[in-house]
């Protein structure tokens, strides 16, 4: 598949109204923050010593799971984990890029915010079948040289504020 045919793709779901997803970025947000919580019941109940601990990560577990299955289906291989993973690596780049940008550091937190809207892009892509994972290596290399870029797909497609 050719970069175009993905910009051609991409605009022809924006036409005909056939994507909305506007509820998918607040779903996807509430799973890279529930990723979070799991991380940290893990470290806490390691930390104190308490496996009560465990018990609530589960249930976060379970209910990040269920709702994560709502945007994308278990299929070919493990592109249910590589999602799950570009989630929480967006999650995490984010959370870096605030705690720099706190810390006075724009140009650095820019750079890990552009890293982490770009992990949120390939989900996106991922979740409207736009591509899948063989295709993005190639695209990526042949991206370089458009004014179009993957990350584009979550502005192009995705407006929170139109409810």
Known sequence: MKFED???RVEEMKKTGSVDLSNDED???AVMNLLGIEEHL????EKVG???YFDVLKEVRELRTKLLRK???KTE??????SKHLLAASYRLMEVGT???AEGKKDEAKEFFDESYKMYSIFFALRLKVLNICQFKDLAKEEEDK?????DIVAKLVDCCNE
Do not use: A
Request: with cysteine; charged share 25%.
């Open 27 to 29: 779903l996807s947000i």
């Open 6 to 8: 993905v910009v051609k």
């Open 147 to 151: 004014p179009w870029k993957l990350q």
């Open 77 to 82: 291989g493990e592109t249910w984990c590589v």
């Open 42 to 45: 893990f470290f806490t109940g």
């Open 71 to 73: 945007m994308i289906d």
């Open 99 to 101: 705690k720099l940008l």
């Open 50 to 52: 308490k496996p009560e």
